[in-house]
């Protein structure tokens, strides 16, 4: 109990990416803010800590991630995150968008929150769209550049941003403004609680947005909690 209290919430989602869906169900950010305790993120949340972790304990101590993220190579985990997250977050976005033009034309006089989740989400898309490219035309390729350079041991050119913090700063930024937007959907959608007179197209938005704002957070625990900090250490090791 006292262990689990003074570790972060990062690292428990790192070592079991289930426990990430425990952190969720107490309204705890595990991405973009898992670096602070547990102890304190209850704290600010007004969570009780003896139930959250008798959640994480019911998990079970056999209980392994599908996939052992903290485990890949960094040239490998990038390439999920694209075939992955960039895939889903391209695939999706046209379906969301139709949905949400559709119910905010339908519904959005009796419920102008819909005009205001319909721009949000579209701020969303277009701040995606520009990330996701920078990631893969830029740091990934780097970033497997590192992995080469580091398995042969051969010499490192500095790269025109200097030094992988650059651009990892950046994308955190960017990580974290597109988790505000969704945040602010989800407090307008009500957590996408859709109305009882609600048709299946309201519904459908609601659940799309909501499987969009999960996706999200377990794309960024991969990149801000496993990727880019392993990034910076490799890129330090090669520079020493």
């Not at 305790?37 to 392994?64: M, P, Q, R």
């Not at 990330?131 to 970033?143: A, D, N």
């Not at 988790?179 to 197209?201: F, H, R």
Request: net charge negative.
């Amino acid at each position: 109990m006292n262990e689990l209290k003074e570790r972060t919430v990062a690292e428990i989602v790192s070592e079991n990416i289930k426990a990430a869906h425990v952190f969720k169900k107490y309204g705890i950010d595990f991405c973009c803010g898992g670096g602070v305790s547990v102890a304190k993120a209850c704290e600010k949340k007004g969570v009780n800590i003896e139930a959250l972790s008798a959640d994480i304990a019911a998990i079970g101590n056999n209980t392994f991630p599908s996939h052992n993220f903290n485990g890949w190579e960094l040239d490998f985990l990038s390439e999920y995150i694209i075939n992955t997250h960039h895939v889903y977050v391209s695939e999706n976005i046209p379906l969301t968008l139709q949905y949400a033009e559709k119910v905010a034309k339908v519904h959005g006089n009796a419920s102008p929150e819909l005009y205001k989740i319909l721009e949000l989400f579209k701020i969303v898309a277009a701040e995606l769209h520009s990330h996701m490219q920078k990631e893969e035309q830029i740091l990934f390729p780097y970033i497997k550049q590192l992995v080469q350079v580091k398995k042969t041991n051969s010499t490192m050119n500095v790269p025109p941003f200097g030094s992988a913090k650059n651009p990892i700063r950046m994308m955190e930024m960017e990580h974290e403004k597109a988790g505000d937007l969704l945040k602010e959907i989800a407090v307008l959608s009500k957590q996408y609680t859709t109305p009882d007179w609600a048709c299946n197209t309201y519904k459908a938005l609601f659940a799309k947005l909501e499987e969009f704002e999960d996706d999200l957070h377990q794309h960024v625990h991969l990149e801000n909690n496993i990727l880019f900090p392993k990034a910076i250490l490799m890129e330090e090791s090669i520079a020493n």
